[in-house]
Antibody, heavy 124, light 108 residues
């Protein structure tokens, strides 16, 4: 079974940084892109960025670039999302998800499956 | 950036009824690169449809997706009790990838 397990909830103060982890299992981790998505409580979803664990290539949503860093360690099948200079507006649930791939159409971009989510609260 | 507008915001239906959810894109979505997800309270989203009309593994055939120009539709042919949830669309044809704001399907 393909599974992504994220690290636990975090409470941080404005200006601090934090790193969330996402451990994959049940598949060949380096071969599939991992994406990160943010969900403010009661609101919609925002794509943050993706990483290809095989070579650590990344793509970012410009809205998040410079504020986050996505990395991966394929030796321990884990991807990371680092949030820098936290502000109250970063309070949200953060999800990792594996990007689906269709060999027939050579396309990817949907998220399946998802991790369980990591709740980040930023408060002074 | 492609803006996805979902309608209605809330759909109140009874079990057994048909649900039709809309996702309209502000510009053309390349090659039908659109997905649909279901999210229940306290859970992560679950993939239902990708490529506008391909069902994900394990998704019942009462869920179907279609496209007409910049309009995408998710249809649930007969609502089961477990289908009452929030549904999101997502486009991955153009960066930045974007999501719709969601449609809540509620029990009437």
């Amino acid at each position: 079974e393909v599974q992504l397990v994220q690290s636990g909830a975090e409470v941080k103060k404005p200006g601090e940084s934090l790193k969330i982890s996402c451990k994959g299992s049940g598949y060949n981790f380096p071969d599939y892109w991992i994406g990160w998505v943010r969900q403010v409580p009661g609101k919609g979803l925002e794509w943050i960025g993706n990483i290809y664990p095989e070579d650590s290539g990344t793509t970012y949503n410009p809205s998040f670039q410079g504020h986050v860093t996505i990395s991966a360690d394929k030796s321990i099948t884990t991807a990371y999302l680092q949030l820098n200079s936290l502000r109250a507006s970063d309070t949200a649930m953060y999800f990792c998800a594996r990007l689906g791939y269709s060999a027939a159409t050579r396309t990817r971009g949907w998220f399946d499956p998802w991790g369980q989510g990591t709740l980040v609260t930023v408060s002074s | 950036e492609i803006v996805l507008t979902q309608s209605p915001a809330t759909l109140s239906l009874s079990p057994g009824e048909r649900a039709t959810l809309s996702c309209r894109a502000s510009q053309s979505v390349r090659s039908s690169y659109l997905a649909w997800y279901q999210q229940k309270p306290g859970q992560a989203p679950r993939l239902l449809i990708y490529g506008a009309s391909s069902r994900a593994t394990g998704i019942p055939d009462r869920f179907s997706g279609s496209r007409s120009g910049t309009d995408f539709t998710l249809t649930i042919s007969r609502l089961e009790p477990e289908d009452f949830a929030v549904y999101f669309c997502q486009q991955y044809g153009s960066s930045p990838w974007t999501f719709g704001q969601g449609t809540q399907v509620k029990i009437k």
